[in-house]
């Protein structure tokens, strides 16, 4: 509704893993170069958690691309919802990494190991190391899907691991974790996920207005300020202040997004999460 009196392209504030906007701050740079390293190096694992909103899933959609643009070549699987039996995690594994001809029949688990098992090392032969991200890994539930993890960092030559699984979730992810104490001493790099500073909230509202198209400046510097002071710093949320604030600048036919503006939408939010609990 409001792009064309904006002059955007595309809309700049969607909560969506979309890697054409994710923002270098000083914290997502390094995680995600731990991510990089992690994978080129062939650590066993790598695990980064965040509290809601940090932006882990755009984290894992940017490592990603990056490692699809890479010549050597990655075979990588995505699990977005890790809530499942190990024999399921086992069958999406090989449907992912092996495509739908590699499924086996209604079969053993011992069967999907070794079907899985073969993907891995033909992956290898052909110059590929397997990358595994679980998003969302904090809402596993069944405990015995975390020795599965561990176990699957068994398929591995002398000197090198054949696959790297890299492991994403909300901060409680790391007490689980400890709770495995076999998987945990596996995770050869961990990183916590914060939010965005003040001076990086000014400078991710720009990145992400310019991305869209915009070529002046929309949000003025108190109004940053009040977006910084009402998100704390979490880019979903402000996303989500950002967007409707762009939305109520529209309606009301202004020339920039005042700060006003931005603390109304804050309180309208801060109203609607009250409700829903």
């Known amino acids: 509704m409001y792009l064309d009196y904006w002059g955007l392209k595309k809309k700049p504030f969607e909560n969506t ?10 914290n997502h740079e390094e995680a995600l170069t731990r991510l990089l390293y992690g994978v080129k190096e062939k650590k066993g694992a790598v695990m980064i958690t965040g509290e809601i909103g940090a932006g882990k899933t755009l984290l894992s959609r940017m490592l990603v691309r990056l490692l699809s643009r890479e010549e050597k070549g990655y075979n990588i699987a995505v699990v977005v919802n890790p809530n499942l039996t190990a024999e399921d995690l086992l069958r999406e594994l090989i449907y992912q990494f092996g495509g739908l001809e590699s499924l086996p029949p209604v079969t053993s688990k011992l069967d999907l190991l ?3 098992e073969d993907i891995v090392f033909e992956s290898n ?6 990358v595994l991200v679980i998003d969302e890994a904090h809402v596993i539930k069944d405990e015995a899907i975390f020795e599965e993890i561990r176990l ?9 691991f054949l696959m790297t699984i890299v492991l994403l979730g909300q901060p409680e992810l790391a007490q689980r974790v400890r709770q495995h104490e076999p998987l945990s001493q ?4 961990r990183y916590n996920l914060s939010g965005l500073s003040k001076e990086e909230v000014g400078k991710y509202v720009d990145y992400r207005l310019k991305a869209a198209g915009a070529d002046r400046e929309i949000f003025n510097a108190t109004s940053v300020e009040e977006v910084y002071r009402a998100s704390k710093g979490i880019p979903r949320i402000i996303n989500n202040i950002c967007d409707l604030s762009l939305l109520m600048g529209f309606s009301s036919q202004a020339e920039q997004v005042s700060d006003a503006v931005v603390k109304a939408v804050a309180e ?9 609990k």
């Open 125 to 130: 032969e052909k110059g590929q190391h397997c």
């Open 152 to 160: 699957l960092l068994n398929f591995q030559k002398n000197d090198a």
């Open 268 to 276: 309208d939010l801060r109203l609607a999460a009250r409700y829903v």
């Open 114 to 116: 070794h079907r899985l």
């Open 17 to 26: 893993p979309n890697p054409d906007f994710f923002f270098y701050s000083v």
């Open 186 to 189: 596996r995770i050869a790099i």
